[in-house]
């Protein structure tokens, strides 16, 4: 599969890079497999978005085969068509039908029926508020997300005339304003789940060693939408002067889907 996914040169060697981004993929799966272990749907399906070329996608599916769990498809989607057209590739290499593979952006791409997963590994930035929106809108069961980058949040936080005093604060001291930024933006992706119905659980998924991005948000789905945690959203906003992207990702596809 290493060769097939290039990850591998053709003596088995695989690169100090692959090495690390193996090890992310690695921790990320016990999450993925614990929630499809437990889902309720029949036939379950795992929607992978910004896939890239798709490495957590072929290793759950290696890994389902091998626990030999029930079938389960897994629907790689990104914006890339020259990417996709490579997972397809290594999937007609390899042989496992259940994969596939879509050209759309988070925004645009939907499903007939609920998904069992949602998940994206190191998307970045307001990519990851746009997975937790897609999977939000789309009912998913569970949503699994490792967030990469802050650089809109901290950006937004640094321009001049922001009227909070955050913003100043994030212009005289950049790494404050950068670990502010990550706190807020992980915060507020929290509370957006939680509002919407969702248990939400931030953990660790590797060594802070492999990676520096190594927080994982997963949420389940209970139905039981929070005023509690919409309030406290709103006055994360209005005290940061920051909106949301998951709510606005929300809008934006609702409304590019014709539901607005």
């Known amino acids: 599969m290493l060769a097939a996914l290039g990850m591998a040169s ?42 890239g ?26 914006p890339n068509a020259e990417l996709v057209r490579r997972c397809q590739r290594a999937r007609n290499i390899l042989g496992w039908p259940e994969m596939d ?4 952006t988070c925004e645009t791409f939907a499903v007939a029926h609920p998904p069992a997963l949602v998940c994206a590994l190191h998307v970045c930035d307001v990519v990851t508020d746009q997975v937790i929106g897609a999977g939000i809108d789309m009912g998913a069961e569970r949503i699994i997300v490792a967030p990469c980058c802050h650089s809109s949040y901290q950006r937004r936080l640094r321009e001049a005339g922001h009227r909070h005093e955050w913003g100043y604060i994030a212009r005289c001291f950049p790494l404050l304003g950068s670990r502010f930024s990550e706190f807020v933006t992980e915060a507020m992706r929290c509370l957006a789940l939680r509002s919407c119905g969702y248990e939400v659980q931030v953990r660790e998924f590797v060594s802070g060693t ?9 949420a389940s789905f209970t139905g039981k939408l929070s005023e509690r945690a919409l309030s406290e959203l709103h006055r994360i906003e209005e005290m940061t002067g920051l909106e949301s992207e998951v709510r606005c990702s929300l809008d934006r596809r609702r409304a590019a889907l014709g539901r607005a």
Request: glycine share 6%; net charge positive.
């Open 210 to 218: 492999t990676t520096p991005k190594n927080t994982v948000i997963v």
């Open 101 to 104: 593979f879509r050209v759309a």
């Open 10 to 51: 053709s003596r088995g060697r695989v690169s100090s890079d692959s090495q690390r981004k193996l090890a992310q993929v690695k921790g990320m799966l016990p999450w993925l497999l614990r929630a499809l272990r437990f889902t309720r749907h029949a036939s379950p399906t795992a929607i992978e978005f910004g896939c």
């Open 53 to 78: 070329k798709a490495y957590l996608g072929f290793f759950l599916a290696q890994a389902v085969r091998d626990a030999r769990e029930r079938p389960i498809a897994i629907l790689g989607v990104d």
